[in-house]
Structures are given as structure tokens and as C-alpha cells.
């Protein structure tokens, strides 16, 4: 399957000023798969470590001495490592001691090589016991298959073509057939492995098993990684769906236990976090660049990483979802909004809260930042809509930052002096213009 981040990877092969390369992503993103296809596509020879799986690996970072650490690649593999032509790939790096410091001498001493290297993203933050070669390698985030990849991957080429050209009279005459992939993206989500298997089977109890075994090596990664706190993993983890699914999607700690306090569950909550697994998107009490100036971490909402793996721990009907027309309004707009946060968090050097005043009803789903400027987003899973808190947020509270507005709905495109209404399906396209 095609993924859009193929082009950060050739832009990393061709830099002059090239670097080791630290693919980063949640486990089942698809890190292994692009690396590998990358290496066919780009270069004579391509050699694949799998650190986890390759018994040289326990002692072929025993010194940090990168030409030996490739001659004993070359007689391993039978084959010539060349600067140039060949790509070596450490994967699971995190299981093997050493083989990521390793990257600041391939960086220092043998440069002209393509090295990459992917694993758990937990895994390669948690090695304590070794120094992260900062300044010494590039890195590139990986997420789950974005919508637009999703119509890539079922072959709806045309159409997203009109969605990436923003094509909003094409948009109203296949808006049905759009909103039906929409729906089929909210079950199915952006896992590789899930998408491919409803691409050649159909069959959503196949991929509903598929999301199922992509969960419990989530749960495994949790009871390896971090026993003390498992309990307290488990029990942030597993309320995230009703968390969402709550009118106001602020996250509660008395949720998890009665007399819960955020003292008790931070370790808990910022190991999933950094494992990839969830989003935190904070409050911003001031919408002025930087938001990070005005964040009040005390106040915040939790994504998953995936639509479709929250439809399947919320145990959501996938007939409900595939076919009930009102599924986007069933769930307070958990799914709608989880589905645009995951696309806000795909854009490089961007940042994303929420504002809510003090003393109101008024909230803003997302303020996104990017270098230049500050977007208020608010999210409607329905088609009858109306913008109250966007509307006093940008023509009254903050009227002379003459912010524009941006509404994702599943309302045809409509422009007015102070928003935009974007249909759902095209909210990749909008937020990377």
C-alpha cells in the first residue's frame, strides 16, 4: 500500500546533510513495511536486521565499532555493504543493547551509509541505561493511514483526486459515495493490517479480529514495559471510549475510581502517551501564538490513535457504523473527533488544544497551530449544525485577532466572512493547505 511519508524518505536519502534515520510510530503503523519497500524501490541492495528475531544481534553492537559492526553484517548476510547502493535496516531496535547509541558513530564515522532504524516507540525512549544519540540522527513520525491513504488503498483514485484539489462542486455530486468511505474509515480505521484486510475480504468480523490482536500486543507492550503501573495503564486505557463519549470529552479521574486524583494516575496516563497509544490535547486558557504559553495542563481530552481501533474497544456495532446513517451522531461525536485530531496530529511542526471559557458553555474542539497561524476547529458529526461557541469565539471574544474559522461537518463546503464549513472526508486536504 502506498503511504504519503514515502516522500519524506526520499527527501531524507537525498540530503546532503544526511543522518541515521529513526523511523518513530505506535507498534502496527506500518514502520517495518515502508522501510523495507522504501529499500526496494531506492536501492541496489537493501540488508534487514530484525534485532528481535537475528541471533548475531547479542553481540553485534557488543562495541560501538561501526566498521566492524558492518563486516559482520557482510559475512552474515553474504553480501557487500556499499555506501550508496546499499540501505541497512535495524528493526526492533529497542531489544538489543547499544544498537541505537550505535547510530551516533555510524553518524560521526560512516555517514555516506543509509542506515535506518524502526521500533516501539515506547521501547526506544525507555532504554535507560543508554544515551539517545541527539543531534546524530534525523526522525520522521509515523501514524495510521490517513483517510486519503484509505482511498488510495481501495483504489478511489478520481475521487481523491477531488479531494486534494479541493473540488467542492465534484465533492456535492459524489458527496454520497464520500460520506460511505467516511463510514467504512470510522470501522475500519488506518491500520495497515485492518484496511488490507477489509480491502480483500469485506468481512468486518475479520477485521474486527485483526484491530482485536493489535490491542492485545498493545496490552502485552504494557505489562512489558511498565509492571509496576499496569493496573493503572489498563484502567486509563480502557475508559477512553466512555470518556469520549461524554457531552463535555474533558477527561475525569473520579471516572476510573471514586476519589481518583491526577497524582495517582500521571505516570499511568503519560506512559501511553509516550507509547504512541493516545493524544493528549491540552486546554489553552489564551488563543496567542504560542498556545504552549497559555496551556493549563490540568485541563485536558484524550484521543486514541485510531478511529478504528476506538470503534472496536467501544465494541460499537459494525452495522451500526457501516450503514446507520445517524452513526455519526450516536456517539456524541467521539468518532468525528477523534477521526480530525488523528489527521491535526499527521502535520509536521503544528500543535493542537482546546479552548473553553470559564464560567460558560463555550468550547472550541481544536485550536491548531502551525508556524504562521491559529486555527479555531470545531467538529460536527451531523449534517443540522450550528456554530454558536465558533461564532462568538472569532466575531466577539477575539474579534481583533480576525481569526477565520473552520468547521468540519457533514455539510457541503460553504464559505461565510468569518468560517469555512469542510465536509469530514476532506479534512486532510484542507489542513495541510
Request: net charge neutral; charged share 25%; with cysteine.
Amino acid at each position: 500500500m502506498e503511504r504519503t511519508i514515502y516522500k519524506d524518505l526520499l527527501y531524507w536519502k537525498n540530503r546532503p546533510d544526511r543522518k541515521p534515520l529513526i523511523l518513530l510510530g505506535a507498534r502496527q503503523v506500518g514502520k517495518t513495511y515502508i522501510l523495507q519497500k522504501f529499500g526496494r524501490r531506492e536501492f541496489e541492495n537493501v540488508v534487514y536486521v530484525n534485532c528481535q528475531r537475528n541471533s548475531i544481534c547479542e553481540r553485534l553492537f557488543r562495541d560501538l565499532d561501526v566498521q566492524r559492526i558492518v563486516t559482520e553484517l557482510e559475512r552474515h548476510f553474504d553480501t557487500d555493504i556499499v555506501a550508496g547502493n546499499t540501505l541497512l535496516i535495524f528493526d526492533e531496535v529497542q531489544e538489543v543493547k547499544n544498537a541505537i547509541t550505535s547510530l551516533k558513530y555510524f553518524c560521526e564515522e560512516l555517514n555516506s551509509l543509509h542506515v535506518a532504524v524502526a521500533g516501539s516507540l515506547l521501547g526506544i525512549q525507555l532504554r535507560e541505561e543508554e544515551s539517545f544519540p541527539v543531534g546524530k540522527v534525523h526522525t520522521i513520525n509515523m501514524y495510521p493511514m490517513t483517510f486519503n491513504e484509505y482511498l488510495t488503498a481501495c483504489g478511489r483514485h478520481r475521487l481523491l483526486e477531488v479531494v486534494e484539489k479541493r473540488d467542492w462542486e465534484s465533492m456535492k455530486l459524489h458527496n454520497e459515495q464520500l460520506t460511505e468511505l467516511l463510514r467504512q474509515y470510522f470501522f475500519v480505521g488506518g491500520m495497515p493490517e485492518a484496511v488490507l484486510k477489509y480491502i480483500e475480504t469485506g468481512n468486518v468480523r475479520e477485521v474486527r479480529e485483526v484491530q482485536r490482536e493489535i490491542l492485545e500486543t498493545y496490552s502485552h507492550d504494557m505489562a512489558k514495559h511498565s509492571k509496576s503501573q499496569i493496573q493503572r495503564i489498563h484502567q486509563v486505557w480502557q475508559s477512553i471510549p466512555a470518556q469520549l463519549a461524554r457531552e463535555n470529552k474533558k477527561f475525569f479521574y473520579g471516572s476510573l475510581r471514586k476519589g481518583a486524583r491526577a497524582k495517582d494516575f500521571e505516570l499511568a496516563l503519560q506512559w501511553l502517551v509516550d507509547a504512541g497509544l493516545v493524544y493528549r490535547v491540552e486546554r489553552c486558557n489564551k488563543p496567542v501564538h504560542p498556545l504552549k504559553f497559555y496551556a493549563d495542563n490540568s485541563a485536558f481530552k484524550l484521543y486514541m490513535l485510531d478511529c478504528g481501533l476506538l470503534a472496536c474497544m467501544s465494541e460499537a456495532n459494525p452495522n451500526m457504523l457501516l450503514l446507520d446513517h445517524n452513526a455519526f451522531v450516536e456517539f456524541k461525536g467521539a468518532f468525528a473527533e477523534n477521526f480530525v485530531l488523528q489527521h491535526l496530529k499527521t502535520i509536521s511542526n503544528s500543535s493542537v488544544f482546546y479552548y473553553s471559557k470559564d464560567n460558560s458553555t463555550m468550547e472550541i474542539d481544536f485550536l491548531f497551530q502551525t508556524e504562521e497561524r491559529i486555527v479555531p476547529i470545531e467538529v460536527k458529526a451531523e449534517e443540522n449544525v450550528r456554530s454558536r461557541s465558533l461564532y462568538l469565539f472569532v466575531n466577539e471574544d477575539f474579534k481583533e485577532q480576525n481569526f477565520m474559522g473552520l468547521r468540519f461537518s457533514l455539510k457541503p463546503y460553504l464559505q461565510q466572512s468569518w468560517m469555512e464549513n469542510v465536509p469530514l472526508y476532506a479534512v486532510e486536504s484542507v489542513i495541510k493547505k
